[in-house]
């Protein structure tokens, strides 16, 4: 039964085993000591009970912990994590499945022109916030308070960057797709049994259980855990979530030229005593053979307008301020960060037909406007004040607090010249539009028809 190298290792592990007893204490010896409870030592996530695999104790509570111990494929993660994506079966609804808000033809972005979007078990119940694209965060950092560039060191405390979600609240994906999941107003399941019933259902419930494990779907906590891996390793597939295929990557790549316009866009778009955009939204490689993912990931309060619309905005002194609450509560006390959301990429912003965290804009001509005229004709962004004492004032930033509309931001293009002229006139606005549209995912470099085959 054992070969001889076994039978000496064991030899030695009995005689260490042996020495080991003898140096122990006897147990009176641990009066006053703190004793271990067993029952507390099995559910700690350090216990591995002996002789059963680890990837299949469900207290293991770490969802990287789970895949180091069983190794799952991550072709075949990718697969599966597709097959979740598309499916509406695993929503309260049975209508809605992550693509319904994050579609594929708008850069996994949001289908149509709606603030947000309607969801949960009657469809009837409409969302929070914007969808957000799905596109290149596969450098995003996770949120930190205090962001220090490792790459570009420059020293200095660039303050509150990344983090999934408009307010920079989850660190990973894989707990980032279980709040849909869940989320009464989206995809309106029940419980995790409740989706982990419905994934044994599911037509590509083998698969699941040829990907992760034969027991893979039999404890209901740990299928969904499996799940969101799965969506998690589906977002990171290259050519679908990061293509770099637009025709500004084709002209960094010296395979075309932006037009003259589009090159005059890209100009104002840099230019910091003009757009000024790049300052947040990175235009430029950071090293030569990167690409820009157009953001900089921070969190920093723009004072977009409130969008009346949205159903929690009914109700009088309620505000979504991002960074500082309510959605996120840990960062409450910080009142410097109210009104402060992650600044998205802009590539692929053409597609979108609704704008900003609240989805206050639908038109991105008016956004680039906005940012032109903010602060030198806030009478046509922003309500007036139709009571009290400063009735018929223009309500500037009222999507904060007064007392916390200070947080806004004025640096340029938002601060006008000198003459009080605003930074950017019609003509360089239509520019800089004409640039955001080389962004783009899906350009076909002339005479090179399967460059961007990839895409759709
Ligand atoms: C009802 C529409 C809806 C559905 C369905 C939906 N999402 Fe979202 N998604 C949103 C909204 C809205 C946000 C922004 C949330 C926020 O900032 O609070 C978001 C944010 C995200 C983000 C963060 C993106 C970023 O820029 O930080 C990811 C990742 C994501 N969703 C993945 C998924 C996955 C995976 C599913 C399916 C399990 C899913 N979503 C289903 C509406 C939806
Ligand atoms: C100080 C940093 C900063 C500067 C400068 C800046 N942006 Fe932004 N941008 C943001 C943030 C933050 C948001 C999201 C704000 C929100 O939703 O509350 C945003 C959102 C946008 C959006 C909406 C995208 C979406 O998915 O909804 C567009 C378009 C945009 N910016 C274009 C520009 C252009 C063009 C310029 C230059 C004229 C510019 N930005 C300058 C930080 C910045």
Redesign the pocket.
Known sequence: MFNANTRVLLAALLASLAAQAVDLPAPDATAGTQKLDPAALARSRLYHPPGVPGATDPNIDNVYSMQIMALPDVGRMQAVGRKI?FDKSLSGSGR?A?A???DPAYAYGPPNALA??P?GAAMDKL??????S?RY?ERMPSFTEHYFDEEHPTGQDQGPTGG????GHFST?HI??GL??LAPN??ANASQSDVAAKLRKAAYAAEFRDTFGKDALDDDARAFKWLTLA?EYF?RDPQEFFPYTSKYDASLRGQVALSEQEQRGLKWFNDKEKGNCASCHTSTPERPGTMPVFTDFGLIALGVPRNASLPPNKQHGFYDMGLCGP?RGDLAAHHEYCGAFRTPSLRNVALRHTFFHNGAFHDLHEVVEFYATRDTDPAHWYPRIHSGPNKGKVDMYDDLPVALRKNVNHDAPFSPYADGRPRLDKQEVDDIVAFLKTLTDGYVVPGKQTASAATH
Do not use: I, T
């Open positions: 994506f809605m992550c319904s808000c994050h947000v979007q969801g969302g929070n916030r914007a969808v957000p799905l965060k999934y979600g408009w307010d994906l980032q797709a849909p999941l989206e995809m969506l977002q959605y």
